[in-house]
């Protein structure tokens, strides 16, 4: 079935310090969705990639579709303690119904 | 605006009972997911329903999980009998269709003794 994996599995990085997520799948995805989830919370939706080498910025966050539509990631540019939860992608195969798969997800640790 | 709407919030209970999850999902979305989130496997789909009928119930783990969708605005998840295995946080999810962004619920975090 489809996998999709992300790397690191954990950052531990400096406030102000950038940081990158990597997603990536064994199939080809129709879209891509990104989710963050804080400690104890719930995932909240944070942008939908649906273009080959789609690019999308959302202040300090950087997101990118790959021109192959099998990877994905997420640059974080200057973090703050605000940044910290799980990150994950989410991706759309080109057939079947609307079912998303759910990355492994990044947990990203910002020290003040 | 009401967002998605779990209960309970928290449950523990002895393995063999029944556990029920409630959830409400937002008014005017037509899709709900039911995800199972845990350290070792990650947040897994379970079933999802468009316009209250199942289309994909493949990932429910076994017999003992099934799910209802009696109308618009409730579904139910049951564990019958439960086994401590099933010791998780479960969400709920909605949206207006294909393409768009999924609405969680805050989880109900599941302890099976």
């Known amino acids: 079935g489809q996998q999709v994996m992300q790397i690191p599995q954990y950052q531990h990085v400096q406030e102000g310090e950038d940081f990158t997520t990597y997603c990536n799948s064994s199939?080809?995805?129709?879209?891509i969705q990104w989710y963050k989830q804080r400690p104890g919370g719930h995932p909240v939706f944070l942008i939908q990639l649906v273009k080959s080498g789609e690019v999308k910025k959302q202040k300090r966050l950087t997101f990118q579709f790959g021109e192959a539509k099998k990877n994905s990631s997420l640059h974080i540019t200057a973090t703050q303690t605000t940044d910290v939860g799980t990150y994950f992608c989410?991706?759309?195969?080109?057939?079947?119904?609307?079912?998303?798969?759910f990355g492994t997800g990044t947990r990203l640790l910002v020290s003040p | 605006d009401a967002g998605v709407i779990q209960s309970p919030r928290h449950e523990v209970t002895e393995m063999g009972q029944e556990v029920t999850l409630r959830c409400k999902p937002i008014?005017?979305?037509?899709?709900l997911f039911w995800y199972r989130q845990t350290m070792m496997r990650g947040l897994e789909l379970l079933i999802y329903?468009?316009?209250?009928?199942?289309?994909?119930d493949s990932g429910m783990p076994e017999d003992r999980f099934s799910a209802k969708m009696p109308n618009a605005s409730f579904s139910t998840l049951k564990i019958q009998p439960s086994e401590p295995r099933d010791s998780a946080v479960y969400f709920c999810a909605s949206n207006t269709g294909s393409n768009q962004p999924q609405h969680f619920g805050d989880g109900t975090r599941l302890s099976i003794l």
């Open positions: 329903f468009n316009n209250n009928v199942p289309i994909d």
């Open positions: 008014s005017g979305h037509n899709s």
């Open positions: 199939t080809t995805l129709s879209n």
């Open positions: 989410a991706g759309r195969r080109n057939t079947g119904f609307q079912k998303l798969v």
